[in-house]
């Protein structure tokens, strides 16, 4: 699983939420004309779970060997694990 999970406390994560909170809508509106929508995706991405949270939501629907690499100071996580 690739997500977007809350971000891992450094200079790129901060810098990536305040940009974020700019940056996405406006390059919404500006390839769209809808800023609504992409404002409304920076606020789904704050809600996500955190990666312990994902990874143990995994584990309790029968995942096995879960896991998570946070790249880029914890901008992108991915999941992995495996149902026996």
């Known amino acids: 699983i690739r997500d977007s999970p809350q971000l891992v406390s450094s200079p790129i994560g901060a810098a ?17 004309g809808h800023p609504e929508a992409y404002s409304y995706l920076v606020e789904s991405i704050r809600r996500f779970p955190t990666q312990e949270v994902l990874a143990q939501m ?4 029968g995942f096995a060997c879960v896991e998570y690499e946070n790249l880029l100071d914890g901008i992108v996580a991915i999941h992995s694990g495996f149902r026996p």
């Open 58 to 61: 995994m584990r309790d629907q």
């Open 16 to 32: 990536y939420d305040v940009s974020s909170a700019y940056a996405i809508p406006a390059m919404g509106a500006a390839i769209t």
